[in-house]
C-alpha cells in the first residue's frame, strides 16, 4: 500500500514537472502557440463539432424532434442502405470514376510538371504556366456550360473534328460509354495546370549537383528524368496519393451535377449526388447520414491502409 | 523583456478579435431569417409599450428579377411600401427559385425557417407536415382572420387542398386563370402559309406538318420548347407523376400505355430527325429558346405565357407570325397541356413561429387590398385605370420595377381574364401584338382540358420512397429508347419502367393509394 501511494506521489510530481514545462514552453513560444489558436478554433467549430450530427445516422431525424429528440432506430438506416440496389449502383459508380482518375488524372500534373521544368526560357514556362492555372479559377456552373457546348455533336469543336477525319459526331455527354470519359478529361482540363505547383515546387529543391554528375556520367534528358527528378519528387507524389486515396469514396458534387443529364444516369449518380437529392432535396437526412458515414469510414480504412504500404515502400507516410 | 510583454499582449488580442470578427461573421450570413426568432426581446419605447412595430418573417422565391438599382429581394422599393402600409416589420428570406425546396429544407434544419414557409408544390408542403416542420393553422384563422376567413367561406373549395391528415396546415387563394394555364404550344403560321397547310388538330398530323417544315427549311429545327416531354404525355392523358384511375382502381402515370404512347411518340419525333438532337443536354433550354427567338424553329413546346421569346422573334424576323396552336388529340383522347390546380401559394405557418396574430394579419392585410398594388404598381406611375382594367403606362419601367413584386402577394383576388392582357398592355405596337397573341394562347391553352382524374396527388413514404429511385431510373430510360436506335422501342421502356414499378414495390403503393382514394373520393366532388 505505502508502495502505491509513493507510486502515485512520484506520478503527481512528474505531472507537475510535466505540466510546469509546458507553460514554460507555452511562454517561450507565446506568438507560434497564439497564431495556432485560430485554426484549432476551426477545426473545433467546423469540423469536430459537425460530427456530433452524425448520431442521426442511428436515429429516425424528424425536422421537429432535432437532432436529439429524434427517436433511436440502432442500425435500421444501415440495414435499408445496404439492402438497396441503389446503394451498390451510387458506390460502383463513385468507385470508377476515382479509378479513372486515379490512372489517368492523378498523373497528369506529374507528366506535366516535368515537361515544364524542362522548359529552359522563362518567360515562355512562365506564360505557360499561368495559361493553365486559369481554368481551376472558374467554377464548375461556367465550365460546366463552356464543356457542353465544346462537346455538341452539332455546333461542338470536338465533333467538327471528327467530322474533318470523316468520323461520325458523338454525343459524348450522353452516351454511357463516353459521359465518364469526358468527365475525366474535363476534370484534368481543370485541375492539372494547378496540380503541377507542388511537384515544381518539389523539383526546385533537387540539387543541382545530382544532374550535373548525371550529365558526366553521360545521361540524356530522359534519363536524367528518371534517375534524378523523379526520385527526388517521390516523397511529394506519395503524400499526395494517399490524400487523393482518402478521396476514393467522394466525387466532387459541383463537376457531377453540371455535366450529368438524364441519358447517363446510370453511370452519373455517385454518393455526392445521391446524398443531395436523397437527403437534402427528398429529406431523409438520417438515411444518407447513414450512408455518409459508411463513406467516411471506408475513406479511413482506405488511407490507413495506404499510408502503410507507402512506409513499407520506405517512404515517409503521413504520420 | 517588458516592451515584448506588453507586445505579446497586444498579438494576443489581436487573434482574438479575428476570431471573433470571423464568428460573427459566420453568423452574420444568416441574413434576415436569424432575425426573426429575436422578436422576442425588441426594444421597448420610453413609455415602456411595445410599440415596436410587431414583427413576421417569409420565404420568397429569388428568380434574379431584381435589378441592382432597385436594390434586393430583402430591401427594395416594394419591401417599405409593405412595411410602411401594413405597419408590420416584414422581413423576406429568399431562396433560389431553382433550388427552393432543398434550401428552405436546410434552413428548417438549422432552424433559421422564417415564420411564413411557401411553395407551389402542395407536396413539399405534405413532406413539411410529416417532417413536423410546420404547424396546422385552423385555429389561428378562426381566432385572428376576417378577411381570409371570409374568403375560404366562399371558396369553400379550396379547403381539401389545404387538409392533410385531417387538419388544415396551409393557407393559398385561387389562382387567376391566367395562372392556372400554363404550357402550351406555338407555331409558325407564316411558315403554314408558305406551305400552304393547315394548321395540326391530331398528333399524326402534327408530325407531317413538321416533317414539311424540315423539307422546305432544311436548316431548320421544327420542334422546339423546354416542355416537350410533358406536352407528349399531356395530350396523351398520362403525365408521368399524376395518378389515373382505371376501371376504378388508381394507377401511377408512368406505368399506363398511355405513356408509351408518348414516349412513342417522342421517339419518333427524334428519329424523324424533327427536334434538337442536343436536347438532353440543353438541360436550361438555352438552345431551343435561341432556335425559336432567330426564327430557325416552326413549332415551339412551352408555355402560353411566351412575352419574352415572342418580343425577341418579332424583334428579329419581323415578319414572323407566332400562333398559339390548339392540344392536338391523340389515339388516347383530346386533352389539354398541363394546367395548375385551383391553388395558388401554399403558405405553411413554422413551428417555431413566434406570432402567429401578426402572421395572419399580415396575411390579411395583403389579401384585402396589398395584393393588387404588388401586382400592378401603383396607379400614376406604373398603371392608369382603364374601363376598369389597371393598364401599363410604360411596359419597360413596368417590368423592372414592378414584375418582381407580383411575387410578395403571395395571397390574391385576382379576377384577371383573357381580354384584359390587352389593355393591361403598354401603347407601344409590338406590346400590344405580343399581349394579343398572349391573350388569344391564354384562351387556347383553356380550350381543353388537362387530364386529372384526381385533383391532387396522394402524398405518402411508401410512394415518395419508391419515386426518389424510379424518377431518375424513368428519366434515363425514356432518354435511351428515344436517342438510342431501332434497338430500344417504346414497348420495350414500357416493359423496363413496369418491371422496375414492380421491384420497388409499386403493387403497394397502389394498394396504399387506392385506400387513400377510397378514403377521400367523396370530397372530391
Given amino acids: 500500500m505505502p508502495n502505491a501511494g509513493q507510486l502515485n506521489a512520484g506520478t503527481k510530481e512528474m505531472q507537475i514537472k510535466r505540466s510546469r514545462s509546458f507553460r514554460k514552453e507555452l511562454s517561450r513560444n507565446r506568438f507560434l502557440y497564439g497564431m495556432l489558436v485560430p485554426v484549432i478554433a476551426y477545426l473545433l467549430l467546423f469540423k469536430y463539432g459537425p460530427m456530433f450530427g452524425e448520431i442521426i445516422a442511428f436515429k429516425n431525424y424528424r425536422l421537429a424532434d432535432g437532432i436529439w429528440g429524434s427517436a433511436w432506430v440502432g442500425i435500421d438506416n444501415f440495414v435499408k442502405l445496404f439492402s438497396s440496389t441503389d446503394f451498390y449502383a451510387v458506390l460502383r459508380n463513385t468507385l470508377v470514376l476515382n479509378v479513372y482518375h486515379l490512372v489517368f488524372a492523378f498523373p497528369a500534373p506529374i507528366i506535366l510538371a516535368l515537361l515544364l521544368n524542362e522548359v529552359r526560357v522563362e518567360w515562355y514556362k512562365r506564360t505557360l504556366q499561368n495559361l493553365l492555372y486559369i481554368p481551376h479559377f472558374i467554377s464548375w456552373v461556367a465550365l460546366g456550360s463552356i464543356v457542353i457546348a465544346l462537346l455538341s455533336p452539332s455546333t461542338g469543336f470536338l465533333n467538327y473534328v471528327l467530322e474533318l477525319f470523316g468520323l461520325e459526331p458523338i454525343y459524348f455527354l450522353a452516351d454511357t460509354f463516353w459521359w465518364p470519359v469526358s468527365f475525366i478529361a474535363s476534370g484534368i482540363w481543370k485541375e492539372a495546370g494547378f496540380g503541377t505547383i507542388l511537384y515544381l515546387a518539389a523539383m526546385a529543391s533537387i540539387d543541382p549537383t545530382l544532374y550535373e554528375a548525371a550529365k558526366i556520367d553521360g545521361a540524356r534528358k530522359a534519363r536524367q528524368i528518371w534517375h534524378v527528378t523523379l526520385p527526388g519528387i517521390r516523397s511529394t507524389i506519395a503524400i499526395l496519393l494517399i490524400l487523393q486515396v482518402g478521396k476514393m469514396m467522394d466525387v466532387g458534387f459541383e463537376q457531377v451535377f453540371v455535366l450529368r443529364n438524364n441519358a447517363v444516369s446510370s453511370v452519373s449518380e455517385v454518393i455526392s449526388t445521391y446524398v443531395y437529392t436523397r437527403g437534402i432535396v427528398n429529406l431523409q437526412y438520417s438515411y444518407t447520414t447513414a450512408l455518409g458515414l459508411f463513406q467516411s469510414i471506408i475513406a479511413l480504412i482506405l488511407v490507413i491502409a495506404v499510408n502503410r504500404i507507402i512506409k513499407a515502400m520506405g517512404e515517409r507516410g503521413l504520420w | ?525
Wanted: with cysteine.
Fill in chain 2, 1 to 525: 523583456m517588458k516592451t515584448n510583454r506588453v507586445h505579446g499582449s497586444k498579438m494576443v488580442g489581436l487573434i482574438v478579435l479575428i476570431i471573433m470578427l470571423a464568428v460573427t461573421a459566420c453568423s452574420g450570413n444568416n441574413g434576415a431569417p436569424a432575425n426573426a426568432p429575436s422578436s422576442g426581446n425588441q426594444q421597448k419605447d420610453n413609455n415602456g409599450n411595445s410599440a415596436a412595430p410587431k414583427k413576421v418573417s417569409i420565404s420568397m422565391f429569388d428568380r434574379g428579377q431584381v435589378s441592382s438599382d432597385e436594390g434586393t429581394y430583402e430591401e427594395n422599393r416594394w419591401v417599405d411600401w409593405i412595411r410602411e402600409q401594413s405597419g408590420i416589420d416584414v422581413t423576406f428570406a429568399p431562396v433560389p427559385r431553382n433550388k427552393a425546396q432543398d434550401t428552405l429544407n436546410i434552413m428548417i434544419a438549422s432552424g433559421q425557417a422564417p415564420d411564413l414557409i411557401w411553395e407551389y408544390d402542395r407536396n413539399y408542403i405534405g413532406r413539411l407536415v410529416s417532417q413536423g416542420a410546420i404547424q396546422p393553422v385552423g385555429e389561428y384563422i378562426e381566432k385572428y382572420s376576417t378577411s381570409y376567413k371570409k374568403y375560404l367561406e366562399e371558396n369553400p373549395e379550396l379547403v381539401p387542398y389545404l387538409t392533410f391528415n385531417g387538419e388544415m396546415y396551409a393557407v393559398a387563394s385561387k389562382r387567376a386563370i391566367t395562372a392556372v394555364a400554363n404550357h402550351a404550344m406555338w407555331i409558325r403560321q407564316d411558315w403554314l402559309d408558305e406551305l400552304d397547310l393547315k394548321a395540326p388538330t391530331t398528333v399524326e398530323e402534327l408530325v407531317e406538318v413538321a416533317k414539311k417544315f424540315k423539307e422546305h427549311y432544311p436548316d431548320s429545327t421544327p420542334i422546339v420548347g423546354g416542355n416537350k416531354s410533358d406536352i407528349y404525355a399531356a395530350l396523351n392523358g398520362a403525365s408521368f407523376n399524376h395518378w389515373y384511375l382505371e376501371d376504378g382502381k388508381m394507377k401511377f402515370g408512368a406505368t399506363l400505355d398511355r405513356y408509351g404512347d408518348a414516349i412513342a411518340l417522342e421517339k419518333q419525333l427524334y428519329d424523324l430527325g424533327l427536334v434538337d438532337r442536343e436536347y438532353l443536354t440543353d438541360t436550361t433550354n438555352q438552345r431551343s429558346n435561341q432556335l425559336w427567338t432567330t426564327g430557325k424553329a416552326g413549332i415551339l413546346l412551352g408555355q402560353w405565357s411566351n412575352e419574352p421569346l415572342n418580343r425577341d422573334l418579332l424583334t428579329t424576323v419581323p415578319d414572323a407570325k407566332p400562333v398559339p396552336l390548339e392540344a392536338v388529340s391523340t389515339k388516347n383522347g383530346h386533352y389539354g397541356t398541363y394546367q395548375e390546380a385551383p391553388p395558388s401559394f401554399f403558405i405553411a405557418f413554422s413551428k417555431d413561429m413566434k406570432d402567429p396574430e401578426t402572421a395572419v394579419k399580415y396575411l390579411d392585410w395583403l389579401m384585402d387590398k396589398g395584393w393588387y398594388t404588388l401586382v400592378n404598381g401603383m396607379e400614376g406611375t406604373h398603371y392608369e385605370m382603364v374601363n376598369g382594367v389597371p393598364k401599363q403606362l410604360d411596359g419597360a419601367k413596368f417590368e423592372k420595377e414592378v414584375r418582381y413584386a407580383a411575387e410578395y402577394a403571395v395571397l390574391r383576388q385576382e379576377g384577371v381574364k383573357a381580354e384584359d392582357l390587352p389593355l393591361k398592355a403598354a401603347d407601344d405596337p409590338l406590346s400590344q401584338q405580343v399581349a394579343q397573341l398572349s391573350a388569344a394562347a391564354l384562351n387556347t391553352a383553356l380550350l381543353h382540358e388537362f387530364r386529372r382524374d384526381i385533383p391532387f396527388q396522394p402524398n405518402f413514404d411508401e410512394i415518395n420512397e419508391i419515386r426518389s429511385t424510379f424518377d431518375t431510373f424513368l428519366n434515363e430510360i425514356r432518354a435511351k429508347a428515344t436517342t438510342q436506335g431501332p434497338k430500344y422501342t417504346a414497348e420495350w421502356a414500357l416493359g423496363e419502367i413496369r418491371k422496375e414499378w414492380e421491384r420497388l414495390g409499386g403493387a403497394k403503393a397502389e394498394e396504399v393509394a387506392n385506400a387513400w382514394y377510397e378514403e377521400n373520393k367523396s370530397t372530391f366532388e
